[in-house]
C-alpha cells in the first residue's frame, strides 16, 4: 500500500504521531528546555516561547553536524542559537547554553551532561536540572526521550514540540533531499537496534502502530514478475 494511498497516509500518519508524541505540562516551571538540533529552525524560535513564556528558566541547545544538519552551514547548535538571537533578542546570553561537538543523540545527552558538569554545575543533571523539556524533530522526538531517560533515569523530562502535521514535515524533508517514509521507517529500525543494544530505555510499540508500520514497509516492497 503507496504512503500516498489514503490508507497509507493514514498509516504514515499513524507511526509519525507515536514518534512524536508529547506530554501534558504540569503548569509548574521546568529547570530547562533542551533542544536536539537539526534543520528545521523553527524548533529553536519554539524553546525560546517556553523560556519567554516561562515554561523554562533555561535553554540548552545541542547538536555538531550530524545526520539531521542538512544545509545549516555549521554546528546545529549555533545555528540554533542564531536563530534564536533573530526571534527572541531579548534573551539573554547568560539563559543559553549550547554544546556544538556532537553528531548523534547519544552523544547529545553524554556531551550535553560533561559541558554542564564541567563548566555550568549550577546546571548539571540531578543538581540544577531535576525537571527538564526536550524539544526535537517530530520523527526523532521518542528516540531523544527513551535516550535521555537511559542516560538520567532520576530527571523528570517531559516531550514538548509545537504545531506540526505530517504532510508539511514530509514537505521539509523532501527539501533536504530525503525519503520521508524510508527515514520514518529507518527510525523504527533504530528505536529496535538501539533498546537491544542497551543505548535506550526499551518500549513496546502498540500493535496498532506496528501494522501501520507493516503496511508502510509492504508498500515500498518491490513488485515481482507476475
Not at 550530524?66 to 534564536?84: H, K, M, S, Y
Not at 509545537?162 to 530525503?178: K, T
Request: proline share 7%; with cysteine; hydrophobic share 45%.
Amino acid at each position: 500500500m503507496p504512503a500516498e494511498s489514503p490508507a497509507g497516509k493514514a498509516a504514515l500518519a499513524t507511526v509519525v504521531s507515536y514518534l512524536a508524541e508529547t506530554d501534558s505540562l504540569d503548569g509548574a516551571p521546568f529547570d530547562a528546555v533542551i533542544g536536539f538540533g537539526m534543520f528545521d529552525l523553527a524548533l529553536p524560535r519554539f524553546c525560546g516561547d517556553l523560556y519567554v513564556q516561562g515554561v523554562a528558566r533555561l535553554v540548552i541547545f545541542t547538536g555538531g553536524i550530524g545526520a539531521g544538519t542538512g544545509n545549516l552551514g555549521g554546528p546545529e547548535a549555533d545555528v540554533w542559537r542564531q536563530a534564536l538571537v533573530g526571534s527572541h533578542p531579548g534573551i539573554a546570553d547568560a539563559a543559553v547554553i549550547t554544546e556544538n561537538q556532537s553528531t548523534n543523540t547519544g552523544e547529545n545527552v553524554a556531551f550535553t551532561t560533561r559541558l554542564l558538569e564541567r563548566h555550568h554545575p549550577q546546571h548539571a543533571f540531578g543538581a540544577g536540572l531535576r525537571r527538564v523539556l526536550i524539544v526535537a524533530s517530530p520523527t526523532r522526538l521518542r528516540r531523544v526521550w527513551l535516550t535521555f531517560r537511559r542516560h538520567h533515569p532520576d530527571v523528570r523530562v517531559a516531550r514538548c514540540l509545537p504545531e506540526w502535521r505530517v504532510d508539511a514535515d514530509r514537505a521539509l524533508y523532501a527539501a533536504q533531499g530525503i525519503d520521508y517514509v524510508g527515514h520514518v521507517l529507518g527510525e523504527f529500525d533504530r528505536l529496535e537496534r538501539y533498546a537491544e543494544a542497551g543505548w535506550i530505555v526499551p518500549e513496546p510499540v502498540p500493535s496498532a502502530v506496528q501494522q501501520a508500520r507493516a503496511l508502510l514497509i509492504r508498500g515500498r516492497a518491490p513488485v515481482g514478475p507476475r
